[in-house]
């Protein structure tokens, strides 16, 4: 969004309604001329189209000058000149600046459009009058509901950002007649429009045609890991195939060879058993050389955690 001011700090029109999408306007506002924030209004131009056209107008300064006065018809450097507690804070006076003057685009004074809309929560935007079908440009913004206003004036509006403005302007100090001791004026007002839609369409564009290279990119790595994989696959395949050929040739082999130290045993059971050797003898060295079938013994395995604290323990210490 940017901001479009009045009074020729900006006069790019726009319309009421872009889609659905409803105007928004600004204030800048201060206090003895200390800039104290932005308030942003939303106006109801699918209620109101009339009234809500009336204060975007105002506030853009796109309406250009009175024909009977002579002045700007803009709500820049006009006044909050009445403001009650609990109630309302009220403005829009840009030629008396006192709430005995304003004037409309359309000249003068014009009808109540509606009364649709209700008093029944703080921050609206209504219009000020002095009577039926008497609305000019001053207007109000309610701080509490206020249902005994329905039907005698028109609800146009509501505050979307800035609610903490209004209660500062709110809380000032005032005298008898709710006239605030300090100088609340309104610095700046403008509209705030959307930026234009092709442009961004376009910036878009590009960032589609990026995304769309980035998805091929990574479709085209992701074949290339596919394929990588297949080929460590295909060679580890091979290589437990080798493994398991060599494995096959070597317990083959060792079988042979089992089976030729069968074959060569009686041969040496023939030579030991030779005439001058005793049947004792033959014992005794045939007990020396058998291993024993006993595995050498063995101590259990201790736990990794054996003489250290749980958990547990270590959370009860530190507390």
Do not use: W
């Not at 820049?76 to 009220?90: P, T």
């Not at 998805?215 to 074949?223: C, R, Y």
């Amino acid at each position: 969004l940017s901001g479009k001011m009045g009074m020729g700090e900006g006069k790019t029109k726009k319309k009421s309604k872009v889609g659905k999408i409803l105007p928004r306007c600004f204030f800048v506002i201060e206090i003895d001329g200390k800039n104290v924030g932005r308030v942003v209004f939303e106006l109801y131009a699918d209620i109101v189209p009339k009234t809500a056209e009336n204060f975007r107008l105002l506030c853009t300064g796109e309406a250009g000058f009175s024909a009977a006065t002579g002045r700007p018809l803009c709500y820049k450097d006009s006044k909050f000149h009445r403001v009650i507690k609990n109630f309302m804070i009220q403005g829009g006076d840009f030629t008396n600046f006192d709430g005995t003057g304003g004037e409309s685009i359309y000249g003068g004074k014009f009808a109540d459009e509606n009364f649709k809309k209700k008093h029944n929560v703080p921050f609206l935007l209504s219009m000020a009058n002095a009577g039926p079908d008497t609305n000019g440009s001053q207007f109000f913004i309610t701080t509490a509901p206020a249902p005994h206003l329905d039907g005698k004036h028109v609800v146009f509006g509501r505050v979307i950002m800035g609610q903490e403005i209004i209660s500062i302007v709110e809380n000032t100090m005032c005298d008898a007649d709710s006239k605030p001791y300090a100088d609340i004026s309104i610095a700046k007002c403008g509209e705030l429009v959307l930026k234009n839609p092709a442009a961004l369409a376009a910036k878009t564009r590009p960032a589609e045609s990026s995304s769309d290279a980035s998805e091929s990119e990574s479709e085209s790595e992701a074949t290339g890991r596919a394929g990588r994989k297949r080929k460590r696959r295909t060679s580890s395949s091979e290589a437990s195939d080798s493994s398991s050929t060599s494995s096959a040739s070597s317990a083959s082999s060792s079988e042979d060879g089992k089976d030729r130290r069968r074959r060569r045993k009686p041969t040496k059971r023939r030579r030991r058993r030779s005439p001058s050797s005793s049947p004792s003898d033959s014992r005794d060295s045939h007990s020396r050389s058998t291993p024993s079938s006993r595995s050498p013994s063995r101590s259990p395995p201790r736990s990794r955690t054996a003489g250290r604290r749980s958990p547990s323990h270590e959370s009860s210490s530190d507390d």
